[in-house]
């Protein structure tokens, strides 16, 4: 029996997401930015978009764990001429912008 992605069709793996500490998304998009690393921030919360928070009318602290994904999620590049080197620089980066408050 086939998995589901299967079924379903295939991942076209046009973007690259993931998960920044919470409250630190912002902080690694500036120093991906400033490497000149372009980034971007393609999946926000629905519920927390204007039209959509409008028209449900939820209360604040509605969708705890959908606003945190919303808030943590980030784009890396993803596209055919990627190189090694250029996806090591990316992930350099990366750590480089997460050691900036880790405690020592």
Not at 54 to 81: K, N
Not at 86 to 98: I, K, N, P, S, Y
């Amino acid at each position: 029996m086939p998995g589901l992605l299967e079924r379903r069709g295939r991942s076209s793996h046009h973007l690259f997401t993931v998960n920044a500490p919470l409250g630190r998304r912002d902080e690694l998009l500036a120093a991906l930015g400033a490497a000149g690393i372009g980034t971007g921030v393609h999946y926000r919360s629905l519920h927390t978009l204007t039209y959509l928070r409008q028209l449900l009318d939820l209360p604040e602290g509605s969708l705890p764990v959908a606003t945190e994904i919303g808030e943590r999620t980030l784009s890396l590049p993803l596209y055919p001429a990627l190189t090694e080197e250029e996806q090591d620089r990316v992930v350099d980066v990366v750590a480089a912008g997460l050691r900036l408050r880790q405690p020592a």
